[in-house]
Every structure is written in structure tokens, then in C-alpha cells.
């Protein structure tokens, strides 16, 4: 055996390398969170809880629950904890008045713009990339979160890809080539969303097709 069959050998597999590199930078997003929750009074979850708030508005126990992948135990304890804080205040629901909403204080929308900002290094991070890498890993990315939540391992993401005003490449041969028929406007490939507001999910067949036609023509090296 070469010096270099041994040391690709001991390499690994490619894919098994990638997902190395994506649990460090899981384990520095850990660690982030862990050290702006710790400033705060808060926990990690507690603080992601803040966040999912002010981004999806009032929710049910369980909504956040699923929407953060945590048990309804693990949510209703930090749930508690924040009520405790005064961050957030449970309302009966309309129509449903059975159903207890989660709403966020004028203090807890202030801990939660604070707690947004925790991932913020990897931003810094990733501007430091040409664009056009930037635009590749964004890709890259939208597919393997696509194929996660296809597998359900995470919850789906509000993402163009699945959103039924998602027109891809209906302006082919531009720098917008996609088209949102909500605002009625075409967009480039560097702004595709992943976690749009305005996201509504699309029935099975055009999520399906939608998804096959961006997948087709979305530009990877080869
Ligand atoms: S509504 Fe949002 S997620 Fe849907 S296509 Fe428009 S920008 Fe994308």
C-alpha cells in the first residue's frame, strides 16, 4: 500500500467527514447558546422558545414543542420558567378556548431579540466566503435540511422549496429566475428563505414538482 492509499484510508469516507464538520459547528452553535443564555438568566431551550415565539407568533404548548423537537415535558418545565419571568403569558385561544396560547411580554420580545442574535458568529462566519460560495452552501444546505425533514428527523422549515407560492425557474435564463407569487415578484437564488413568515406549505404534487424542477436546474459544480 501507497503512502497516499494509507492516508485515504484512514481519511474516511467523504460523507462521514462532512458530518463531522457540521457537528462541530452544531457543537459551537451548543456552545454559543449555552454561554448567551447563561448572561441572560436563561436556559439554551428557554431561549430558543423566545425566539420560535416572536418568529411563528402565539403558539400552543405543543406547536413549540414540535416546531423545536423537544418532549412536551421538556417544553411545558421552561415554559413555566419563563411565565415565572413574566417572558411570555398563557391566553385561552380563539376559536379553541380549551386551548392555552403562548404569547410573548413586551420583555420577553426584548430577551428574544437578544436571543436571535446568539447564531450571529456564524453569520460573521459564513460572510467570510465569496459569494457565490455563500450561494453554493445555501444549496447544499436547503437540500440536506430537505432530506432530514423527508426522513422526519427534524421539523420542516418554512422554506421557498416547499412553499406553495414557489414558482422555480419561472424566469429561466435571468438573474431572478424564480418567481414568489405571493408579493408577485421574481427573485435570484441567493434569496431563497428558510424560514420565511409568509411560508404556506404546498399540497404533496407541487411540493414534489416543485422541488424536482429547482433540483434539476439549481447550478452545482460537477
Ligand atoms: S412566500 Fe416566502 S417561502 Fe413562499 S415563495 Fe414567497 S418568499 Fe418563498
Known amino acids: 500500500m501507497t ?4 492516508l485515504e484510508r ?7 467527514r462532512l458530518a463531522h464538520a457540521l457537528s462541530r459547528i452544531s457543537l459551537a452553535l451548543r456552545h454559543q447558546a449555552q454561554r448567551g443564555a447563561a448572561a441572560r438568566g436563561l436556559t439554551p431551550t428557554q431561549g430558543e422558545i423566545l425566539v420560535w415565539l416572536s418568529r411563528h407568533g ?3 404548548l405543543g406547536e413549540v414543542a414540535r416546531g423545536l423537537a423537544i418532549t412536551p415535558a421538556t417544553a411545558s418545565d421552561a415554559v413555566e420558567a419563563l411565565a415565572a419571568k413574566k417572558l411570555l403569558r ?3 385561544g ?4 380549551r386551548s392555552l396560547r403562548l404569547t410573548l411580554t413586551a420583555r420577553g420580545q426584548r430577551e428574544a431579540a437578544r436571543a436571535a442574535t446568539w447564531p450571529g458568529f456564524l453569520a460573521e462566519a459564513a460572510a467570510l466566503l465569496p459569494e457565490a460560495e455563500q450561494r ?28 406553495t407560492y414557489f414558482r422555480p425557474f419561472a424566469h429561466a435564463g435571468t438573474a431572478r429566475p424564480h418567481h414568489c407569487d405571493l408579493v408577485d415578484a421574481p427573485f435570484g437564488e441567493a434569496y431563497l428563505r428558510v424560514d420565511c413568515p409568509e411560508h404556506q406549505p404546498a399540497p404533496e404534487g407541487l411540493a414534489a414538482d416543485n422541488w424536482e424542477a ?4 439549481s447550478s452545482f459544480p460537477e
Open 58 to 60: 402565539p403558539s400552543t
Open 136 to 163: 453554493l452552501l445555501l444549496a447544499v444546505l436547503i437540500r440536506i435540511v430537505k432530506s432530514l425533514q423527508d426522513r422526519g428527523q427534524i421539523p420542516p422549515a418554512r422554506m421557498c422549496v416547499t412553499c
Open 94 to 97: 380563539r376559536p379553541d378556548a
Open 90 to 92: 398563557k391566553q385561552r
Open 10 to 16: 484512514e481519511a474516511g469516507p467523504l460523507s462521514e
Open 3 to 6: 503512502r497516499t492509499e494509507r
Open 214 to 217: 429547482w433540483l434539476a436546474r
